[in-house]
């Protein structure tokens, strides 16, 4: 079981979600949600990091929007505020909130000092921005939404950054896919792996795209790129 701490910043505060692993001393892993804010899914994900000896901290990112936004049932209005929020969400305010996470998490009792930075679909793409802008001691972004259209961006990462794409992704188009691999093709900190037959957020535990093969894959890689450059 985790617990919500507060995040002081420069124009307010927000709520974190945190689970603890059971050892003294550990990283930190700063979890960034989808468009349905810090839910059940999100505290499954958090939890699963806690159980393999990392910190999890999952921010809201949507607080100066709708402060402690939970959506898991994933019906059409809930996904319809999701969209617009993530719509109207400002990116670049978020990469703030998100630097003053890893921040925080830096320092959180327990915490090594080392911390990654992994997020999934909007959350994803805000890997993708604060490992360029910010940086993190590690990045790992689940199919980024949106990631092409800052495909210039690629070349200002120098965190290591893996990327998961599932090929037939609904939001991120074939050709979208393409050119987020031409982006990052000349940057050797960032590694791609593509899940054929998958769609968007086949991570997802509740999802209705949940693959359980390709979570499985996926999150072993991630787990295991953590932990090589977190320890």
Known sequence: MGDYISINVAD????????RPSVASAPAVVVLHEIFGVNSDMRESCQELADRGFIAVCPDLFWRQEPGLDLSHWTESEWQKGLALYTAYDRDKGVGDIADTLAFAA????????VGVMGYCLGGLMT???AGRRGADAAVAYYPGSAQDYADEADKVHSPLMIHLAEED?????????????AIAGNPRVEL??????SHAFARHTGVHYDADAAALANG?????LGRHLR
Do not use: H
């Not at 320092?107 to 080392?114: A, H, L, R, T, V």
């Open 12 to 19: 307010g505060e927000f709520r974190a979600y945190v689970a």
């Open 107 to 114: 320092k959180i009792p327990g915490s090594s000092g080392k």
């Open 128 to 130: 993708f921005l604060t």
């Open 170 to 182: 609904e939001f991120i188009s074939k050709e979208a896919q393409a050119t987020i691999r031409a």
């Open 193 to 198: 792996f593509s899940y054929p037959g998958c």
């Open 221 to 225: 890689r991630t787990w295991d790129f």
